[in-house]
């Protein structure tokens, strides 16, 4: 099993043990690890027979407007963002530790301008790999109900109910 950890976190794994298909076909990944996970998979010429999208990262359908606020507020203080980055991840719950490793402007860049093709997706579903997409119903950074209609016709879809970002409930 091959896991891409979310942005600028790393080891945040167990937070998805309940839903995680240990196989060792299985190809997944968290918020900005879910755009990693796609692009293994899409490139892939070994098996995979799964693909699991945790949270995944979907920011297409926001403005170029907060997407520049968000480099800008990064560029401006790089440990203030994160920090409100990851509360807001744990939102509405109680943050819990997480293990971080260095970001670089690039990574967010890529993250929010990052558009999610309907081509891959059904390519790679045509191949036989099976697409699951995990949603937090109270996931305070992504929208969840775009990514929820966005992913529906290519995957099977978990709405978890009060869920957040990490798809904890407490």
């Known amino acids: 099993m091959i896991f891409y950890s979310g942005f600028s976190l ?3 794994r167990e937070f998805f043990t309940p839903y995680i298909n240990s196989s060792a076909y299985c190809v997944a990944g968290f918020s900005y690890g879910a755009i990693k996970a796609l692009l293994h998979v899409s490139h892939a010429k ?8 945790f949270s995944p990262a979907f920011f297409q359908n926001k403005s170029e407007k907060f997407k520049r606020l968000q480099m800008i507020g990064y560029k401006k203080d790089e440990q203030s963002y994160l920090k409100a980055f990851v509360k807001n991840s744990f939102s509405p719950y109680s943050e819990r530790k997480t293990l971080h490793v260095k970001t670089t402007t690039q990574e967010l860049e890529e993250l929010l301008y990052f558009k999610w093709s309907e081509d891959i997706l059904q390519d ?6 099976e697409i699951e997409v995990y949603l937090g119903e109270k996931d305070a950074v992504i929208d969840v109900l775009a990514a929820k209609e966005f992913f529906l016709p290519f995957s099977t879809t978990y709405y978890i109910k009060n869920a957040n970002h990490f798809l904890l409930e407490e």
């Open 124 to 129: 790679i579903a045509q191949k036989g790999i």
């Open 10 to 12: 790393r080891d945040e």
């Open 46 to 53: 070994t098996r995979i027979d799964a693909l699991q999208l």
